[in-house]
């Protein structure tokens, strides 16, 4: 089992930049890879960026290459996502998601991930 809390959402303004985290806390003796979803209204939860477990490989959503990265602490059992650019596009609940998974894979699936946390609100005005 694991739990995750999603930090970090707010209003900003197109161009803006900010930084989401996610801790993880429980049963974190496997390794697992770290995912960042968004749900906008009215529409299905996409994937964003997700990250190895060895921090070595990440992957990201053509919507969001070069301007979101994605980073991991593993001592800390924390994720980042830093946003850089926002566009009003953007606005959506971010949600943090977990899979136990060998040390180099990244899921990019929904379906692939099995914990998640409760979500923070990103809104970009224009």
């Known amino acids: 089992q694991a739990q995750l809390v999603e930090s970090g959402g707010g209003l900003v303004q197109a161009g803006d930049s900010l930084r989401l985290s996610c801790a993880v806390s429980g049963r974190t003796l496997r390794s697992y890879a770290l995912g960042w979803f968004r749900q906008a209204p009215g529409k299905e939860r996409e994937f964003v960026a997700a990250i190895a477990y060895s921090g070595g490989r990440a992957r990201y959503a053509d919507s969001v290459k070069v301007r979101f990265t994605i980073s991991r602490d593993g001592a800390k059992n924390t994720a980042s996502l830093q946003m850089n650019s926002l566009k009003p596009e953007d606005t959506a609940v971010y949600y943090c998601?977990?899979?136990?998974?060998?040390?180099?894979?990244?899921?990019?699936?929904?379906?692939?991930?099995?914990?998640w946390g409760q979500g923070t609100q990103v809104t970009v005005s224009s």
């Open positions: 998601a977990a899979k136990f998974t060998p040390p180099t894979v990244v899921p990019t699936g929904r379906e692939d991930y099995n914990y």
